[in-house]
């Protein structure tokens, strides 16, 4: 079983549109959650971290499970500048911080 | 606002030959991590590395692989003896803290022929 599992997509969408992601985790004892942004042949960039009590940055929302180990993120009234991968990321736990990756999930976000 | 960066941007060599990736992570920052990205794959971790160490490697990151710190700004990775399949992209990245946010560099793309 996959370490971080995501549906690659592609999610097409039309402008304004809510889209919603979700990732699953196998290893329970993964501590921190993140959601990276990865444009194409670019290098992953922080959108945001995922806590228990989800959070909320603008138009995205993120928010954890620990009893599934379920990760979603929300993206509300979807730009065109949101076309991208989005990345689940665990960090491993009781690691130097090693992340692990999903293989992404493609947004396309079409007018 | 700082930023890690890594050079060559891209770079094509021959099967067999050393390459050395080289990279300047955020001045204050403590921690550092190389990761690759092979073509329509995931990232993957190779190594972290910490107070002039390794801290942690992954089975990727085999006897042909090394890292250094060789002054007080650079970070690089070395493939002694390179394969096809160490094509790829390589993400060098570091954080302030082992619990805080990594930041990444545009990569090194590496093409192995």
């Known amino acids: 079983r996959k370490e971080v599992e995501q549906d690659p997509g592609p999610f097409n969408v039309p402008e304004g549109a809510t889209v919603a992601f979700n990732c699953t985790y196998s290893?329970?004892?993964?501590?921190?959650f993140f959601w990276y942004r990865q444009d194409c042949r670019k290098e992953p960039k922080l959108l945001m971290s995922?806590?228990?009590s989800g959070n909320e940055d603008g138009r995205f929302t993120a928010q954890l499970n620990r009893a599934s180990q379920y990760i979603s993120l929300l993206i509300r009234d979807s730009k065109l500048s949101d076309s991208a991968t989005y990345l689940c990321v665990a960090e491993k736990a009781g690691g130097y911080n090693k992340l692990i990756f999903g293989a992404g999930t493609r947004l396309a976000v079409h007018p | 606002e700082p930023e890690v960066t890594q050079t060559p941007s891209h770079q094509v060599t021959q099967m067999g030959q050393e390459v050395i990736l080289r990279c300047v992570p955020i001045?204050?920052?403590?921690?550092f991590y190389w990761y690759r990205q092979i073509l329509g794959q995931k990232v993957e971790f190779l190594v972290s590395f910490y107070n002039n160490e390794i801290s942690e490697k992954s089975e990727i990151f085999d006897d042909q692989f090394s890292v250094e710190r060789p002054d007080g700004s650079n970070f690089t990775l070395k493939i002694r003896s390179t394969k096809l399949e160490d094509s790829a992209m390589y993400f060098c990245?570091?954080?302030?803290?082992?619990?805080?946010?990594?930041?990444f560099g545009p990569g090194t793309r590496l093409l192995v022929l």
């Open positions: 001045s204050n920052h403590l921690y």
């Open positions: 990245a570091s954080s302030g803290g082992s619990r805080e946010t990594q930041y």
């Open positions: 995922v806590y228990s």
């Open positions: 290893n329970s004892a993964s501590q921190s």
